[in-house]
């Protein structure tokens, strides 16, 4: 398939799990990939494994001189922006809420939060610079709809980020930008394994948190990035035209139990 030829797509969080995950399906499907990380290195050889020309930024998706850099960055090389996933997160540390740091609820609503409001902002306004449209995708999860112990950060933010996607959504969708959001259940990425570490706790076996969350899922296992991957190139794909706002649900079923 080429559903994607000559489209220009930005991803946050590209330099692993979820990210290049769909990075490299957007770049097999012709895309032009802009891939974006903090970190430089990780970036770097990211971007060579999604292959097709795909350019590495390293940018803080926290700040407006990050966002700046790598809206510009696409423009530069590849003159526009068409699809936009807005996926950069943190997890933060696992604490109950009353035992929680507020410069660790402070450090995750930065990227989980004003990183996506931000990347939103920008990119929009390219867009309707462009004048023909385009789709955001915002990474979500099923924390964006119920809460989870030991979470609360984390769990509030991606509750924002179905606030803010609704929220555009409105704004612009009569202007040919669909925003919507991806709300998976847990994945099988290296977030997933420091949540379970972390809620193991010292001297627990994170592989009976994973069981635990596994079993709560009516199909019994974790999604696989992959799986992930071929809901949010549907979201981007003319297949999805009346797709707009969310929660688009990838949960197998964990929200209906």
Do not use: W
Request: aromatic fraction near 6%; glycine fraction near 12%.
């Amino acid at each position: 398939m080429a559903r994607f030829t000559d489209k220009v797509a930005v991803v946050t969080g590209g330099a692993g799990g979820i990210g290049e995950t769909v990075a490299t399906r957007l770049a097999q499907e012709g895309a032009k990939v802009v891939a974006v990380d903090i970190d430089e290195d990780a970036v770097t050889a990211a971007a060579e494994r999604v292959g097709n020309g795909a350019r590495p930024v390293a940018a803080d998706v926290s700040t407006e001189e990050g966002v700046a850099t790598y809206v510009n960055a696409a423009v530069e090389a590849f003159g526009r922006i068409d699809l936009f996933f807005n996926n950069a997160g943190i997890e933060g540390k696992v604490s109950s809420l009353h035992e929680t740091d507020v410069r660790e609820f402070d450090k995750v609503l930065a990227v989980n939060v004003r990183g996506v409001y931000l990347g939103m902002q920008q990119v929009i306004r390219q867009m309707l610079d462009q004048g023909d449209g385009g789709v955001i995708v915002n990474t979500a999860s099923v924390a964006g709809l119920r809460g989870f112990p030991g979470l609360g950060p984390y769990v509030a933010s991606k509750h924002a980020v179905m606030g803010l996607t609704k929220t555009a959504a409105a704004e612009v969708g009569d202007r040919g930008i669909r925003v919507t959001s991806i709300n998976p259940a847990p994945v099988g990425t290296h977030m997933m394994d420091r949540i379970e570490h972390g809620m193991a706790g010292e001297g627990g076996d994170p592989k009976e948190v994973h069981e635990q969350f596994a079993s709560t899922n009516p199909l019994g296992r974790y999604a696989s990035r992959e799986e992930i991957a071929e809901v949010v190139c549907f979201l981007f794909s003319d297949d999805a035209t009346f797709v707009n706002a969310g929660p688009v649900l990838v949960d197998g079923g964990m929200t209906a139990t």
